[in-house]
C-alpha cells in the first residue's frame, strides 16, 4: 500500500477547505489504555443506564467500531464556536448552552467529508472514510488529545491554546497510510489546570468528583437531555435553562479572554435559546421546523417540554399559569410531575386551585407526591 505523507494532506486541507479550525493528521493508535477509565466508570455507576453502555458496546467504541479492518489514519479537527450573539433580555426566555446554538457537529461532518473530496481529487483516487463528530460515537477527546492539539482539564474537556474549551471535534477514519508514526497513549496528569478546581466547586451538583472523574448521573447536561425526574433540590438550582449546561466550561480560566471569531453558520441554528412559553406552546409541526437541523431535534421532546416547565417553576413565573395548564392533564406521568412542582413554586391561588383539581383526578404516586409536597 502506498504510503501518503502527512504533510500533502495537511497541505489540501489548509488550502482547499475553509471551516475547519484545527486539525492532525495521526495513525490509529491503540485505545485500550484509555478503555480502563470508561469501564471503572461504568462499574462505579457513573455512567446513567440510559446510556445503555455495557462493557461490550464501550470496547467496540474502542476499538473502532470495528473499522480497523481498512482504516490506517485519521484526521482528527475541530470545529469553534465561541460567538458575540448576544442573550435577549428576556424576563422568561429559556437558555440554551452555547455549544448548541447551531449545529456544529454537523458543520464539521460536512467540512471533513469535503476534505475527504478534496484529498480524493488531489491522489487521483477514491479513498474510502467514515467520518464522526459525536462524543458517543468513538473516544474522541482521547484522540484529539493524542494528536497534541489540546490537552484534557479536570472536568474532562479538551483545551485548546486558541480556542479554549469552546469546539466540537471530529474526525475521519481513512484507508491512507501515512508516514506518522505510532506512539503511546498516556493518560491526563491535568498540569495544565495546576491547583485550579473552578469547574469542580463551581458544578452546582457536584458532578466532577474529582479530576477527569465525571457523574454523568447528576450532570445537568445529562439531564436536560433525559426524560427523567431530577431531585428538587436539582430544580432549585435549574435557572432558565432550557437546554445543556456548560458551568464547567465557561468558569474555566483558558475561556476568559476569547476572541469570539468562530462563524456563524446557519446549520441547525437555534440561537441562545427561546420564550419558555412558546416552546411550550409548539406543535409537532412547528417543533419539527424549529429543530429538525439542531442536536436538541435527537432528544425526546419530554426531555425539552420538562426543562421548560422546570424553568418557569424555577423562575416562579406566575404568567404561566394558563400555559401550564394543557400540561396538568398530559398523558405523560412525568410531565405532569414537573407541571405540579412548578405550579406549586408560583404559589398562586390559581395554582393551588389547579393542584387540589389534579390531586382529586391523579392516579400516579409520583405525580401525586409532588402535590402533596405544595398542599
Known amino acids: 500500500m502506498q504510503t501518503v505523507q502527512s504533510r ?5 486541507i489548509k488550502e482547499r477547505v475553509l471551516g475547519i479550525d484545527a486539525f492532525e493528521v495521526i495513525p490509529l493508535v491503540d485505545l485500550k489504555p484509555a478503555l480502563g477509565h470508561t469501564l471503572r466508570s461504568l462499574s462505579r455507576g457513573l455512567i446513567p443506564p440510559l446510556y445503555r453502555w455495557t ?3 464501550t470496547a467496540f467504541a474502542y476499538r473502532y467500531k470495528g473499522h480497523t479492518e481498512w482504516a490506517r489514519s485519521l484526521i482528527v479537527a475541530a470545529k469553534y ?3 458575540d450573539e448576544q ?4 424576563p422568561i426566555f429559556g437558555r440554551v448552552a452555547r455549544f448548541t446554538w447551531r449545529n456544529n457537529y454537523r458543520f464539521l461532518q460536512l467540512k471533513l467529508g469535503e476534505a475527504v473530496d478534496k484529498i480524493s481529487d488531489l491522489l487521483g483516487k477514491r479513498i474510502r472514510a467514515k467520518i464522526f463528530s459525536n462524543y458517543t460515537s468513538i473516544p474522541e477527546k482521547v484522540l484529539f488529545r493524542y494528536s497534541g492539539l489540546a490537552d484534557v482539564g479536570k472536568n474532562s ?3 485548546h491554546s486558541k480556542m479554549g474549551s469552546y469546539f466540537v471535534i471530529g474526525e475521519a477514519l481513512t484507508d491512507l497510510a501515512t508516514d506518522v508514526p505510532s506512539g503511546a497513549l498516556s493518560a491526563p496528569d491535568f498540569s495544565l489546570c495546576g491547583t485550579c ?13 474529582e479530576g477527569g472523574i465525571i457523574d454523568t448521573t447528576r450532570c445537568l447536561q445529562y439531564i436536560s437531555e433525559n426524560p427523567v425526574l431530577m431531585p428538587r433540590r436539582c430544580r432549585e438550582l435549574w435557572g432558565n435553562r432550557l437546554y445543556g449546561c456548560s458551568i464547567c466550561i465557561d468558569i474555566c480560566p483558558y475561556n476568559r479572554r476569547l476572541e469570539p471569531w468562530a462563524e456563524k453558520h446557519e446549520i441547525g441554528r437555534v440561537g441562545p435559546g427561546m420564550n419558555l412559553l412558546s416552546v411550550l406552546a409548539l406543535n409537532q409541526g412547528e417543533w419539527n421546523h424549529l429543530f429538525r437541523e439542531n442536536q436538541i431535534g435527537i432528544r425526546d421532546p419530554r426531555a425539552i417540554l420538562k426543562n421548560a416547565i422546570t424553568a418557569l417553576g424555577c423562575l416562579r413565573y406566575k404568567g404561566a ?9 398530559h398523558p405523560d406521568e412525568l410531565l405532569r410531575a414537573y407541571t405540579a412542582w412548578a405550579l406549586g413554586k408560583m404559589g398562586t391561588r390559581t395554582a393551588k386551585t389547579i393542584l387540589h383539581r389534579m390531586y382529586t ?3 400516579s404516586a409520583a405525580v401525586k407526591s409532588e402535590i402533596e409536597f405544595f398542599l
Do not use: M, N, W
Request: proline letters at 9%; hydrophobic letters at 35%; glycine letters at 2%.
Open 8 to 12: 500533502l494532506i495537511k497541505e489540501i
Open 55 to 57: 462493557e461490550p458496546k
Open 81 to 83: 464556536y465561541f460567538t
Open 87 to 90: 442573550v435577549p433580555a428576556d
Open 157 to 159: 474537556v479538551c483545551i
Open 197 to 209: 478546581t473552578r469547574c469542580i466547586h463551581a458544578c452546582p451538583t457536584g458532578a466532577i468528583k
Open 321 to 329: 399559569q394558563k400555559t401550564l395548564l394543557p400540561y396538568a392533564s
Open 361 to 363: 383526578r391523579e392516579e
